[in-house]
């Protein structure tokens, strides 16, 4: 079997694409890879929406710039954001960044993205697992456009807050009670504009791992 | 123990069950608890400050809080937040007592709310709690966005409190 190490450390989030469409084989593959993830007691609970219709696009990146930025603004005004960002050190770059995640702009990229895959899990079939069966999806949707060589980002920003939560569901007609489906996120998939290699820096698997007991750090 | 100790322990115990299910964004999650109350009261106001001070005149003459001090500040984004005699405090000091960064003001979430419902709001968040037990009083600063142009509109709101202070621009309601 072959070892997909190298797709899973190779790749980033990607937030800036080109406008080249996204082939429909290759979301089919990609839609058919999140089919696949794991999922406690086999229940299946996903369920996608794949938009590519502009104007929805548009709505969910508005949606996500003012959850993220409301948010952000406010840690900015605080200065908490200043000291997450505080190892980038040229002044006029760090001012940038910054702007970027406090404005929102950081999560609008939908409106760039050629494919939109919405994520939500039924809570009507039994499953204990809703948002954990999501999650392991969602990855598997990030590996398989990547191994494809697309690029991708998994969101958050537009459905983290409860009220934010109901407006993407209604911009998708999806079913607004509490007790019908979840939406976790969205994924946004296109023809990268940006490359890097490899990701950002990860922490080293000394200081994540522990044997037998936690906090034992010697293997032996 | 009395019916609000009992009560308060209950929500300390759903809210830190909450935490440990979603950590530091559990309190983007709650911010619909409270509006039931608030929603069953006629809330007027044509602006920002009429409809704070409606919701307090609600709020106090429940009995909810006995004393809350507002003020607006930060190029009308910083709604501060001083709430004295709150009938939730026992809930936010177990939180603290459990090391839980308090995180869900139900009156803050009234106010919201109403900003949202009636004003026409795009967003608000809270942005931090601070209780103070000894005190009997919370001190919250949050972030309300009258349109989406106002994301991004930032200040130093360390800055924003003392001017706030300094000339005493709280507005205050007591029972």
Same mark, same amino acid.
């Given at each position: 079997?072959?070892?997909?190490?190298?797709?899973?450390?190779?790749?980033?989030?990607?937030?800036?694409?080109?406008?080249?469409?996204?082939?429909?084989?290759?979301?089919?593959?990609?839609?058919?890879?999140?089919?696949?993830?794991?999922?406690?007691?086999?229940?299946?609970?996903?369920?996608?929406?794949?938009?590519?219709?502009?104007?929805?696009?548009?709505?969910?990146?508005?949606? %996500?710039?003012?959850?993220?930025?409301?948010?952000?603004?406010?840690?900015?005004?605080?200065?908490?954001?200043?000291?997450?960002?505080?190892?980038?050190?040229?002044?006029?770059?760090?001012?940038?960044? &910054?702007?970027?995640?406090?404005?929102?702009?950081?999560?609008?990229?939908?409106?760039?993205?050629?494919?939109?895959?919405?994520?939500?899990?039924?809570?009507?079939?039994?499953?204990?697992?809703?948002?954990?069966?999501?999650?392991?999806?969602?990855?598997?949707?990030?590996?398989?456009?990547?191994? &494809?060589?697309?690029?991708?980002?998994?969101?958050?920003?537009?459905?983290?807050?409860?009220?934010?939560?109901?407006?993407?569901?209604?911009? &998708?007609?999806?079913?607004?009670?509490?007790? %019908?489906?979840?939406?976790?996120?969205?994924?946004?998939?296109?023809?990268?504009?940006?490359?890097?290699?490899?990701?950002?820096?990860?922490?080293? &698997?000394?200081?994540?791992?522990?044997?037998?007991?936690?906090?034992?750090?010697?293997?032996? | 123990?009395?019916?609000?100790?009992?009560?308060?322990?209950?929500?300390?115990?759903?809210?830190?069950?909450?935490?440990?299910?979603?950590?530091?964004?559990?309190?983007?999650?709650?911010?619909?608890?409270?509006?039931?109350?608030?929603?069953?009261?006629?809330?007027?106001?044509?602006?920002?400050?009429?409809?704070?001070?409606?919701?307090?005149?609600?709020?106090?003459?429940?009995?909810?809080?006995?004393?809350?001090?507002?003020?607006?500040?930060?190029?009308?984004?910083?709604?501060?937040?001083?709430?004295?005699?709150?009938?939730?405090?026992?809930?936010?000091?177990?939180?603290?007592?459990?090391?839980?960064?308090?995180?869900?003001?139900?009156?803050?979430?009234?106010?919201?709310?109403?900003?949202?419902?009636?004003?026409?709001?795009?967003?608000?968040?809270?942005?931090?709690?601070?209780?103070?037990?000894?005190?009997?009083?919370?001190?919250?600063?949050?972030?309300?966005?009258?349109?989406?142009?106002?994301?991004?509109?930032?200040?130093?709101?360390?800055?924003?409190?003392?001017?706030?202070?300094?000339?005493?621009?709280?507005?205050?309601?007591?029972?």
């Amino acid at each position: 079997m072959a070892d997909i190490l190298e797709v899973i450390s190779s790749r980033k989030s990607i937030r800036r694409f080109n406008s080249d469409p996204v082939p429909e084989e290759m979301i089919d593959k990609i839609l058919e890879a999140a089919r696949w993830a794991p999922t406690g007691e086999n229940y299946q609970p996903w369920r996608f929406i794949v938009v590519r219709d502009q104007e929805t696009r548009n709505k969910i990146g508005d949606l %996500a710039k003012v959850g993220s930025g409301s948010r952000m603004t406010a840690w900015y005004c605080m200065g908490h954001l200043q000291k997450r960002f505080e190892g980038i050190k040229d002044p006029v770059k760090r001012a940038r960044v &910054l702007r970027f995640m406090y404005s929102g702009e950081v999560s609008e990229f939908a409106k760039a993205a050629p494919v939109v895959i919405a994520v939500l899990g039924t809570l009507t079939v039994g499953s204990v697992d809703v948002p954990y069966d999501l999650s392991a999806a969602v990855e598997n949707i990030l590996l398989e456009a990547h191994s &494809l060589g697309l690029g991708g980002c998994w969101v958050h920003g537009p459905v983290a807050s409860s009220r934010d939560a109901i407006k993407f569901k209604k911009i &998708l007609d999806i079913p607004t009670e509490m007790s %019908a489906y979840k939406v976790i996120a969205y994924v946004a998939i296109g023809w990268a504009l940006e490359q890097r290699k490899y990701p950002r820096p990860k922490i080293p &698997l000394e200081e994540l791992v522990y044997y037998e007991k936690f906090g034992k750090k010697d293997k032996q | 123990m009395d019916k609000m100790t009992y009560c308060n322990d209950l929500m300390a115990r759903l809210e830190e069950l909450f935490f440990h299910e979603l950590s530091d964004c559990a309190g983007w999650k709650t911010e619909f608890i409270g509006v039931d109350f608030i929603q069953s009261k006629n809330i007027e106001g044509t602006n920002c400050e009429e409809v704070i001070r409606s919701c307090l005149k609600e709020i106090i003459a429940a009995g909810l809080a006995e004393d809350v001090s507002f003020a607006v500040a930060g190029k009308d984004i910083l709604l501060c937040l001083k709430i004295k005699g709150c009938i939730h405090m026992g809930k936010e000091t177990r939180l603290k007592e459990r090391g839980i960064k308090v995180y869900n003001c139900i009156i803050a979430n009234m106010i919201h709310d109403q900003l949202i419902e009636k004003l026409g709001y795009e967003t608000a968040y809270i942005a931090d709690i601070d209780v103070d037990e000894a005190a009997g009083q919370c001190i919250l600063k949050c972030a309300i966005y009258e349109t989406a142009e106002k994301i991004g509109c930032v200040s130093d709101w360390s800055e924003e409190c003392r001017w706030i202070d300094e000339n005493n621009k709280w507005i205050t309601l007591t029972a």
